[in-house]
């Protein structure tokens, strides 16, 4: 039998005996989104993670949505799924991105560190927001990191700016330069413990599944070279 919340993606079939996940990365046109799954997808191990499907338009952007993939089995024996998503920046597409953005138990919103991206920045995550409630999702509920990425381009907001925005921001804000795969995978890191978190207080899924916080990241970064890149995820993965 499989059962879905009515505003969560997370699904539950305890005859297949598989959990399935999905996180969205969501932010203004061109900062990033389908990069970050670019580089998460190299670093993974093969093993654990699918295939990942972009559909492009003409001019390299993305129309509808990346998608790729993340699975592995729990010692219990549960099959996981997490899904990652893109979706569109432009304007145009807003109703894609409301389709795509449904269901989602975690989001990544990339933004733009360049100055002149602001006004974007600010309208993406206006319209994030917007769509969130559209598909009947609590924004307060459901964890949402922040990515600021492109900080080696010119122009940015300084450093000194950044960490006064981190300290007001109630939502966890990273640093990226994502063509470098700087900031991708330490993104990535917070937000599927920062979701698994919000679902195991919600379904119950270490008493219910025996699936525990430390084995889910473990199942998902185990196999990355995390060291010989610089990569500092946490105690959990020592």
Not at 185 to 191: I, K, N, R, S, V
Not at 206 to 232: A, C, M, P
Request: with cysteine; aromatic share 8%; proline share 4%.
């Amino acid at each position: 039998m499989a059962a879905r919340s009515p505003t969560s993606m997370v699904q539950f079939n305890l005859s297949q005996r598989e959990i399935t996940l999905k996180v969205v990365y969501y932010g203004p046109a061109l900062s990033g989104k389908t990069t970050n799954l670019q580089v998460v997808h190299q670093l993974l191990d093969p093993q654990c993670r699918g295939r990942l499907m972009t559909l492009d338009t003409a001019d390299d952007r993305t129309l509808f949505f990346d998608l790729m993939p993340i699975f592995f089995r729990t010692s219990q024996g549960f099959k996981v799924k997490l899904k990652l998503y893109t979706v569109p920046g432009q304007v145009m597409h807003n109703s894609t991105r409301r389709i795509v953005l449904a269901g989602s138990d975690g989001v990544v919103f990339v933004a733009d560190s360049q100055l002149k991206e602001a006004k974007a920045n600010q309208d993406a995550w206006a319209g994030m927001m917007e769509n969130l409630k559209e598909n009947g999702i609590d924004p307060e509920q459901v964890p949402i990191v922040i990515q600021f990425n492109k900080r080696d381009l010119p122009n940015v907001r300084t450093d000194e700016e950044m960490e006064k925005l981190r300290k007001s921001s109630k939502e966890p804000i990273f640093k990226a330069v994502a063509v470098e795969g700087k900031g991708v995978m330490e993104t990535l890191y917070a937000t599927v413990k920062a979701t698994f978190r919000a679902l195991n207080a919600r379904y119950e899924f270490e008493r219910k599944f025996g699936l525990t916080e430390k084995e889910f990241l473990h199942s998902i970064f185990k196999n990355v070279d995390l060291q010989s890149k610089g990569i500092n995820l946490g105690e959990e993965l020592a």
